[in-house]
């Protein structure tokens, strides 16, 4: 179990109770061909993990984001906790080295199987909920996955359009609007550049690969520049 050792040390996170945390890397089909062992695999651990997963990241947006309505924080959660969102923390980190597969499993190529990396993710957090508790999930989320939602990597599942209209709404009523001042690039490789009017005054510019892309950056630097919180 060096690797596991090795694992916690890459982490800076020492389990107590060290079958939790193999149990959060151990497949069903491992357990299936190893029946004389005590092991447990990890379905359970994953169904809590999923729950304390999604408070975790419900409590960040909810702080950082005071401004997002109810609909776009649920779909901005939805983004950071979907599938794809949960390999790439595995993969960060390089769970699919752990993982404990049965031989079929791992011939049919299971330790890189998206749903399976992500529900590893999900029984890891499970398991260190148990061990050491809500704190030190949260500590573990605030090292490797609130500083990508601060950086936007989830940018692409918010509506920063809406955001800014209601955040110069509620503080100014003013008018805003959208322009597209510029196309360039060849057709396969198009680029748009929007501006952002606030009261007749530019308040942001942005370049997408679409018009929708271009305005949706014009209103992130916009609420930017106006001092909303991102």
């Known amino acids: 179990m060096d690797d596991f050792s090795s694992f916690q040390k890459k982490i800076n996170v020492q389990f107590n109770n060290i079958s939790l945390l193999e149990q959060a890397f151990t497949h069903s089909s491992y357990v299936n061909e190893h029946r004389k062992t005590d092991r ?3 379905e359970r651990l994953e169904f809590l ?7 975790g990241v419900s409590q960040y947006l909810y702080r950082e984001f005071p401004n997002m309505a109810e609909g776009e924080l649920t779909k901005f959660r939805a983004s950071i906790v979907c599938e794809v969102s949960l390999v ?3 993969n960060e980190l390089n769970f ?3 993982i404990l597969l049965g031989k079929g499993e791992e011939l049919t190529g299971g330790r890189n199987r998206p749903a399976l990396l992500a529900d590893v993710f999900e029984a890891f957090i499970g398991a260190l909920y148990l061990d050491q508790g809500y704190d030190a999930v949260i500590q573990f989320l605030k090292t490797y996955v609130y500083p990508k939602v ?9 509506d920063f359009k809406s955001q800014l209209q209601e955040f110069i709404q509620r503080d100014k009523n003013s008018k805003i609007e959208y322009e597209i001042v510029e196309e ?6 198009r ?6 009017h606030i009261q007749n005054e530019l308040g942001g510019i942005g370049v ?5 892309e271009a305005e949706q950056k014009a209103a992130q630097q916009a609420l930017k520049n106006q001092g909303a919180p991102l």
């Open 40 to 42: 447990e695999d990890n």
């Open 150 to 158: 601060k950086k936007g990597a989830f940018s692409h599942a918010m």
């Open 191 to 196: 680029e748009f550049i929007a501006h952002v």
């Open 88 to 90: 790439e923390f595995a």
């Open 96 to 98: 699919q080295d752990l």
């Open 49 to 55: 993990g999923d729950a304390v997963l999604e408070l």
């Open 184 to 189: 360039r690039g060849p057709a396969h490789s």
């Open 208 to 212: 997408g690969r679409t018009k929708k």
